[in-house]
Nanobody, 127 residues
Framework: QVQPAESGGGLVQAGGSLRLSCAAS????????MGWFRQAPGKERELITA????????YYADSVKGRFTISRDNAKNTVYLQMNSLKPEDTAVYYC????????????????????WGQGTQVTVSS
């Protein structure tokens, strides 16, 4: 029902910033929580942040807390990830993922509650 498509990745130096965008197709985007995962080389996919369907609640993993900000614009069917103070360990493919349940409860936030994946966008942070 919700099909995300990520953009905005690229190559930046440590300490720099990027903003990722996720344009979602589907007529029920506003009813789903949205999240960002990332997968670094040799590591499993990690849920790093999520935002509730109405934008009222957010979740951040400890690895990005204080540096990354998730937001959404339901009128534009778009979710954003502002990434500041980037570190080499942030290098990964970043995925935008929609929640499984329309108007579902947000807490607790679990990776298993997200299901519709985009194709990913590469973020590379050089030292």
């Amino acid at each position: 029902q919700v099909q995300p498509a990520e953009s905005g990745g690229g190559l930046v130096q440590a300490g720099g910033s990027l903003r990722l965008s996720c344009a979602a197709s589907g007529r029920t985007f506003s009813g789903y929580a949205m999240g960002w995962f990332r997968q670094a080389p040799g590591k499993e996919r990690e849920l790093i942040t999520a935002v509730s369907w109405n934008g009222g609640s957010t979740y951040y993993a400890d690895s990005v807390k204080g540096r990354f900000t998730i937001s959404r614009d339901n009128a534009k069917n778009t979710v954003y990830l502002q990434m500041n103070s980037l570190k080499p360990e942030d290098t990964a493919v970043y995925y935008c993922v929609a929640g499984r349940n329309q108007y579902g409860s947000f807490w607790p936030v679990r990776a298993a509650d997200f299901a519709s994946w985009g194709q990913g966008t590469q973020v590379t942070v050089s030292s």
